[in-house]
Nanobody, 128 residues
């Protein structure tokens, strides 16, 4: 049984950094990609970043480009999201999610429904 456990959230001041982790266990060999989504209070969930399990290609939503970096361990069972220069508008619950489907990863944020496995979420709060 596949399980994703995301962690690393917390309270940080504007301009600070956090590193989120997504640990996958179980049968992960069929994964094609892992993505991070976030949901702020009163808003819809949105895609933040995605990484391909095939070639390591990465994708970011415009609002986090240049500030966030997604990476994976060589064993591919852990994916990180390094978040720098955090802003109050980054405050949200962050979820990692994995898919076993072949999707156009540049449009991963539109294919949220095709991500089969989800972490429980980790709260990120950016506030002074």
């Amino acid at each position: 049984q596949v399980q994703l456990v995301d962690s690393g959230g917390g309270l940080v001041q504007p301009g600070g950094s956090l590193r989120l982790s997504c640990a996958a266990s179980g049968y992960t060999s069929d994964f094609t990609a892992i993505a991070w989504f976030r949901q702020a209070p009163g808003k819809e969930r949105e895609g933040v970043s995605c990484i391909s399990y095939y070639d390591g290609s990465t994708y970011y939503t415009d609002s986090v480009k240049g500030r966030f970096t997604i990476s994976r361990a060589n064993a591919k069972n852990t994916v990180w999201l390094q978040m720098d220069s955090l802003k109050p508008e980054d405050t949200a619950v962050y979820y990692c999610a994995a898919t076993v489907r072949l999707i156009e990863l540049s449009r991963y944020s539109e294919y949220e429904r095709f991500f089969d496995y989800w972490g429980q979420g980790t709260q990120v709060t950016v506030s002074s």
